[in-house]
Nanobody, 115 residues
Framework: QVQLVESGGGLVQPGGSLRLSCAAS????????MAWYRQVPGKQRDLVAAISSGGLTNHVASVRGRFTISRDNGKNTVYLQMNSLKPEDTALYYC?????????WGQGTQVTVSS
């Protein structure tokens, strides 16, 4: 079993920054693909960024150049650095771990971008 706990969300003004963290426990973190998703009420959960076990990253077009995903295998943690935040970035952000047998999700952390 893998447990994921997100943190770092909050209320920020447009143009501001936040860093989300997702701490993993159980299993072998360094072998997992990790990703951040976000969801607004009434809509599907969408991929934001992903990082492979080898450190290769992918960011969706809407956040490219503003958000950066990274991982620290020594701390079993994946991060999402979010800069130049926009109101449309407001969502519940989830962390996902992809293992050989199944995917695991955290409980989410709310990000609200508003003046």
């Amino acid at each position: 079993q893998v447990q994921l706990v997100e943190s770092g969300g909050g209320l920020v003004q447009p143009g501001g920054s936040l860093r989300l963290s997702c701490a993993a426990s159980g299993g072998i973190f360094s072998t997992y693909g990790m990703a951040w998703y976000r969801q607004v009420p009434g809509k599907q959960r969408d991929l934001v960024a992903a990082i492979s076990s080898g450190g290769l990253t992918n960011h969706v077009a809407s956040v490219r150049g503003r958000f950066t995903i990274s991982r620290d295998n020594g701390k079993n943690t994946v991060y999402l650095q979010m800069n130049s935040l926009k109101p449309e970035d407001t969502a519940l952000y989830y962390c996902k771990a992809t293992t050989p047998t199944r995917n695991y999700w955290g409980q989410g952390t709310q990000v609200t971008v508003s003046s």
